[in-house]
Nanobody
């Protein structure tokens, strides 16, 4: 079974940066859709950034201009570069990939705090 694995989460101060990565055995990132989502306790999982198979990207309005989704087709890795982090960005971040099957990662915690 395909299982994406996220990495790169952690504790960062407001205004700081983090880079999340997602990969897994058997996962192919191009030319397929993929995305990053996040969830805080008591709330629904929400879209952060999404890239479709043609490379068109959609961002949540709350992260536009601060986060960048990208993919490394040679290594089959999905990245999320996060800058100018805010306390409201604190959440568990999940990777979603679509090929060879729709799959969610286990999540990685991002905590923005001083």
């Amino acid at each position: 079974q395909v299982q994406p694995v996220e990495s790169g989460g952690g504790l960062v101060q407001p205004g700081g940066s983090l880079r999340l990565s997602c990969t897994g055995s058997g996962i192919i990132v191009s030319p397929y859709s993929m995305g990053w989502y996040r969830q805080v306790p008591g709330k629904q999982r929400e879209l952060v950034a999404f890239m479709d198979g043609t490379g068109v990207v959609t961002y949540a309005s709350s992260v536009k201009g601060r986060f960048t989704i990208s993919r490394d087709s040679a290594k089959n890795i999905v990245n999320l570069q996060m800058s100018s982090l805010k306390r409201d960005d604190t959440a568990v971040y999940y990777c979603w990939t679509s090929h060879p099957q729709f799959s969610w990662g286990q999540g990685t915690q991002v905590t923005v705090s001083s």
